[in-house]
């Protein structure tokens, strides 16, 4: 079993819809969890940072730690277009040398 | 892109080959790091470095090696390239330890 899971996708949906994106993991010492976006023949780029649990809002979008099911979730409101890439999530107990990241779900918005 | 330059952005290399890949930052941050992304796998950590010649191993390094002369350039060898590391590299870097990465547009490397 992976430390990290994260469904691959692809998935599909129309512009404007709310889109949700998960992962699990299975180490509850993870504290810092983190959300990239990645475009494709790009490199992930930063969308989401929290430290611990709870919620952080940014724009269009939300990030939801939930520590007690080891489950954190990306929302993305009235999705556009621009959204169609692939969001890879990335968890921490501390340093960055530590870094576990899930595969990633490819995501396509239909104009 | 974080002031961070990849080069080659593409090169197609021959089974038992050297190839140096190199990394290339303007922001003076102090960590700097090399993964590998392959389809169904998450991002991997090669090696990493923590200053000027300070740099240690991660999940993946064998058959790799790295080196850090100057603040500004991570270079990653693979001395006998073998076509299991055909990939995309991609160069990271962080100010602190615990601070989100930053990565640069990744090399994409073919071994035949």
């Known amino acids: 079993q992976k430390e990290v899971e994260q469904d691959p996708g692809p998935l599909s949906v129309p512009e404007g819809a709310i889109v949700s994106l998960n992962c699990t993991y299975s180490?509850?010492?993870?504290?810092?969890f983190m959300w990239y976006r990645q475009y494709s023949r790009k490199g992930p780029e930063l969308l989401m940072y929290?430290?611990s649990s709870g919620n952080k809002e940014d724009g269009r979008f939300t990030a939801q730690v939930d520590k007690s099911s080891k489950y954190i979730s990306l929302f993305i409101r009235d999705s556009q277009p621009s959204d169609s890439a692939t969001y890879l999530c990335?968890?921490?107990?501390?340093?960055?040398?530590?870094?576990?990241w899930g595969a990633g779900t490819k995501l396509i918005i239909k104009p | 892109d974080a002031g961070i330059t990849q080069s080659p952005r593409h090169k197609v290399t021959e089974t038992g080959t050297p190839v140096t890949l190199r990394c290339h930052q303007t922001?003076?941050?102090?960590?700097m790091y090399w993964y590998r992304q392959d389809p169904g796998h998450g991002l991997r950590l090669i090696h990493y470095?923590?200053?000027?010649?300070?740099?240690d191993k991660g999940e993946v390094s064998d058959g790799y090696s790295v080196s850090r002369s100057k603040t500004e350039d991570f270079l990653l060898t693979l001395e006998s390239a073998t076509s299991s590391q055909t990939s995309v590299y991609f160069c990271?870097?962080?100010?602190?330890?615990?601070?989100?990465?930053?990565f640069g547009n990744g090399t994409r490397l073919t071994v035949t």
């Open positions: 990335a968890m921490s107990v501390g340093s960055n040398y530590q870094l576990i």
């Open positions: 180490n509850s010492a993870f504290q810092y």
């Open positions: 929290t430290y």
């Open positions: 922001e003076n941050h102090r960590y």
């Open positions: 470095s923590y200053g000027v010649k300070d740099t």
């Open positions: 990271a870097i962080t100010g602190t330890t615990n601070s989100p990465l930053h």
